[in-house]
């Protein structure tokens, strides 16, 4: 990361990236922050031990590994990136007070599983400034109905605090667009009820593919779920069951900023994932089609290359939200607007990223329409210099940013808040940058 330097102005911590000539090189893309979360809870439901492999050290799961002791799983790390857990679906608690950070892929899931269980005492879930302006109330108001004394801050966020557990029934009813992570969250815990339970979703659904992972992996820890149309899921009475192994493929979101580089200059190699990746952002991949990029795919790495343009686009980004993040910055490079719609809730993720995406973008020149749903940005027709972007302490705006660096020199605001999915990002991101 010689070519980046990090400075200190007051109490801001402020990263220096130059003008990059070009991107080059292949990286090895981190784990799935979203594979591993799941799979983590789905082990520790299980009697019998899991091995783990390719855990990512993103702060996001170490937030889960260091709760797994407090409710009686273990949990241990046998080497680098390697743990070994054994759970059991009757938890252990050992305190009344969790506190998940910034992680609502360990929160969200902890809130329905705790609501299953019988437990001694109150409960309370929260996390962090950020966190507490995250929604959680469509999911608490979901298991409220069905008997669990539960209530949540005035807001509708977090701290949940839990009275009295166990689902008296075994229907469920629940808003599904705000977040699909509250319906994944049902599905996790609803073999722990040891009832066939039922998910009727009162609404459309955003982001299906992490509801579909999440079934998914349910299915290679034993679980069967029935899913008509995500407006019904059946999840009869069954027991998980360890695989006892489970490898972590690459992260999908993390690797379209690395697809985008070699969009706008290549090539670029993502090792880790392929085409048969089971998270929905691999589809990022036929959106890199679509606007001019030459693709090369194998089982396990995928090369994008320049093409002879960069053509604008209007694209339904409601299936992979995060990353409509980098196709807003793929705008500052393309021959015509970028236009991404259907991604309303992108406003409640870690920070408000429509308006932050459409404030920071214009730094470069863009000229960027807010829509309710999403945004419209047109390349700039004179690219500004040294822009300095605030990152709201969003990983995702750190990490999307770090491609303007082709057009121009750039400062990234707090850029250790990447420490969230990807700590070791910039430091990847180094390994394709060329400038000579």
């Not at 990490?399 to 121009?408: I, P, R, W």
Request: aromatic share 10%.
């Amino acid at each position: 990361m010689s070519i980046f330097k990090i400075f200190q102005e007051g109490e801001k911590e402020i990263l220096y990236l130059p003008r990059i000539k070009s991107f080059e090189g292949e990286v090895e893309v981190i784990g799935s922050k979203s594979i591993a979360n799941r799979v983590l809870y789905l082990a520790s439901f299980c009697a019998e031990e899991t091995l783990i492999y390719n855990v990512p050290n993103s702060d996001d799961v170490q937030v889960l590994l260091n709760t797994f002791p407090l409710m009686g799983i273990e949990c241990v790390k046998e080497k680098e990136k390697t743990y070994r857990i054994k759970g059991s679906n009757i938890l252990n608690l050992k305190t009344n007070y969790f506190n998940l950070e910034n992680a609502g892929t360990a929160l969200r899931p902890l809130v329905a599983i705790l609501s299953t269980q019988k437990i001694p005492y109150e409960v309370v879930i929260d996390g962090n400034n950020q966190m507490r302006n995250r929604p959680i109330f469509d999911l608490v108001e979901a298991l409220q109905k069905i008997g669990v004394d539960i209530i949540t801050s005035e807001k509708g966020t977090p701290p949940v605090k839990i009275i009295s557990g166990e689902w008296k029934n075994n229907q469920i009813f629940v808003s599904g667009k705000t977040s699909s992570q509250f319906i994944s969250a049902l599905l996790l815990a609803a073999p722990l009820t040891q009832k066939e339970i039922e998910i009727f979703v009162l609404d459309d659904v955003v982001s299906k593919p992490y509801i579909d992972m999440t079934i998914h992996l349910m299915k290679v820890f034993g679980v069967d779920v029935l899913n008509e149309n995500y407006k019904y899921f059946k999840i009869p009475m069954q027991r998980y069951r360890s695989p006892k192994e489970f490898w972590i493929e690459g992260d999908a979101t993390a690797a379209t900023y690395f697809y985008t580089a070699g969009l706008v200059s290549g090539p670029v190699t993502v090792k880790g994932l392929g085409l048969s990746s089971i998270q929905g952002d691999i589809q990022y991949i036929e959106i890199i089609k679509k606007i001019g990029g030459i693709v090369e795919a194998k089982s396990n790495s995928i090369t994008v290359k320049k093409g002879k343009s960069i053509d604008g686009i209007s694209v339904d980004m409601n299936a992979m939200p995060d990353a409509a993040m980098t196709l807003a910055i793929t705008g500052l490079f393309s021959n015509a607007p970028i236009q991404i719609y259907n991604v309303e809730n992108m406003r409640v993720k870690e920070s408000e990223r429509i308006k932050g995406l459409c404030n920071e973008l214009s730094k470069f020149g863009a000229e960027v329409e807010e829509k309710k749903d999403g945004l419209k940005v047109y390349p700039p027709k004179k690219i500004l210099s040294k822009p300095r972007i605030e990152t709201y302490k969003d990983h995702r705006m750190a990490m999307a940013f770090s491609l303007g660096s082709f057009l121009t020199d750039l400062e990234i605001i707090d850029p250790n808040c990447v420490s969230k999915t990807y700590p070791d990002y910039f430091f990847d991101f180094s390994k394709i940058c060329r400038n000579s």
